[in-house]
């Protein structure tokens, strides 16, 4: 036999061998370069922040306003001071054992501010003329107060008033806090507490009548004064607490705080546990990992023509601050934007309305979020990014009862006839005015709760 | 008790090779091309977290499964081989091993939400492919033919 005919078939197979070697560490190599290389979560909208981490200051200076107007005098003519007076002793307590470093100055406030030499703000209270202001300058003009207190980060303001105010106040103190406040990204503390009473309400009824109110130690109609309290989150939130551990007529159910950010701790994918990953592969290696500052999570669409993703991440209130209730949100509470990655890396919006519908849902403190992929309606393959984030209004947010509770509207101090109807227990507006406040905070600074960076490979 | 040339004695350890040989290469590199696309963990793992799981129980399975060949070895050697070629110690070391590592798989895996059919027919072969490869080709001369498919195997070596 011929060397050639010996050696063709076993030539041809080495060949063959050589040939399917060659062919696989090309699949190899190729199936590694392949990656493509996406941008990184934050370039998929405007990355959520917390604009106070909430830490209080080592040093702090305490500028207590008391509120010197005629409507306030009830609470120093009653039998009992209290718990007025104690509520002003106790809050300058608060800064002698609350921080390493504090100085507290006193002012008494009406159309004007006038500073009161001191430290010991709860003895001008008793002081002989402290309520006997000029008539043109009997009004509480808390919007003064906003314009001139100093309030930058170690300043905490206090002030003390019956927050007695027709609707054009409240617009004017709005306004004021929209001016003052909100651009500083200061929190405001509000503080209900009810007290003892003997004396005059005013501007009652359409035609301004003016009547006694004597609560005579009766509890229930005690009259309610508050405590505003302004400054950076953590020095509220810290005054706020050592206030209620000193005070036994006020509590965290008599309190709000209104505070920039609405969480204390962003969501993110990485604090998230996933409840359901069905027909979906989480896939480290989908692409070139950006580099970013925000967890974001790679998954993979596996054939099925409806693919579900639950996640669960916890929630982080800001203590005080209004909760989150989405019972009165008509949907949608969560807010889906898709985008396609191309080879070059860069994203290109896409409309997947019908494809992908998101859902979230508030179970004991936990935020569910659900995403269901109709993955038999989605032609395109590729890699695409989602930025999956609550969609947070002023209506998210549950006021504490007690607002609404202690509170009188405008129409219901119009309508009535007789100064004696009056229920000196509650306030005017009170409701509108946090309420309003809030909205004005939402609206300004639009906070979030945070958002689920995805990227998924179809 | 000891009947056997000293010789034989390379067998096992050139069967241990065979099978580590055989049996580790099919797990880092093939198993998981199979496992990759039919493989779901369970929410919140992901498939390489998964993968390298099973990759850390399976390579102390196929370690396992070479024991068991060693076992088989050290039966051959102390048996004269005039009753029967204990064909059936094979078959049943085999067996046993099998169920002990699906057993193990069972209870040490992390659970998932498809492909576990795919997954027992990884942990199947990593059981027996090593014993397998361990015994088949490398039992002594009085013992040869007990694992079934060595005399096609020999033929090959």
Known sequence: MSAGANNGPASKRRELAIRAGLSICVCILLGCSGKPQVPPPENLGEPPLVFDQGLSTDEVVANVYLDATSSMKGFVKADQIEPYLGTIEKAEQVFAIGWSKASVHCFKFGAKIVPLPGESCHLYVFKEGFYNLPKSEDITRIDEILEKSPQDAKNLTLVFTDLYQDRADIGRLLRAFRDSTIPRKLSVGIVGIRSNFRGKIFDIGARSFSGEWDTKGNRAKFRPFYLFIIGRRGNVSHFMDELFRRSKDTGPDQAVLLSPDVTASLVEWSKTKRLIEQGLVERRSLFQAPKSRFSYGSLQVRGRSTCTLKVEADYAPVKYAPTLDWNHVPQPRVQVRTFQVTTDGKLQGVDLARVVDGDLQLQNNKLVFTLTIHSDRWAGRGLYAFDVRPNLEADSFRLPTWCKGWSVTEEERLGLKNPASFDGSKTLNLFEFISGLWRAMLESHKPQLGALYLYLEK | ?157
């Not at chain 2, 580790?24 to 992901?46: C, I, K, M, R």
């Not at chain 2, 998964?50 to 076992?71: D, N, Y």
């Not at chain 2, 939400?113 to 492919?129: D, F, T, Y």
């Open chain 2, 1 to 157: 008790m000891f009947n056997k040339p000293r010789s034989s004695l390379a067998l096992p350890v050139i069967g241990v090779l065979a099978g580590l040989g055989v049996g580790l290469p099919v797990l880092y590199f093939l198993e998981p091309l199979v496992l990759d696309p039919v493989v779901s963990p369970q929410a919140g793992q992901t498939i390489e977290d998964w993968l390298r799981e099973f990759r850390q129980l399976e390579t102390l399975l196929v370690i396992l499964s070479v024991a068991v060949g060693l076992l088989w070895h050290a039966s051959t050697f102390l048996d004269a081989g005039r009753s029967g070629d204990l064909r059936l110690v094979w078959v049943g070391l085999g067996i046993l091993f099998l169920a002990f590592a699906c057993w193990m798989a069972v209870r040490r895996l992390p659970s998932v939400q498809e492909g576990s059919s795919g997954i027992m027919l990884c942990v199947a072969v990593n059981a027996l492919l090593p014993y397998y490869m361990a015994s088949a080709a490398f039992t002594v001369a009085s013992h040869k033919y007990a694992p079934w498919g060595s005399r096609a195997l020999r033929k090959l070596w």
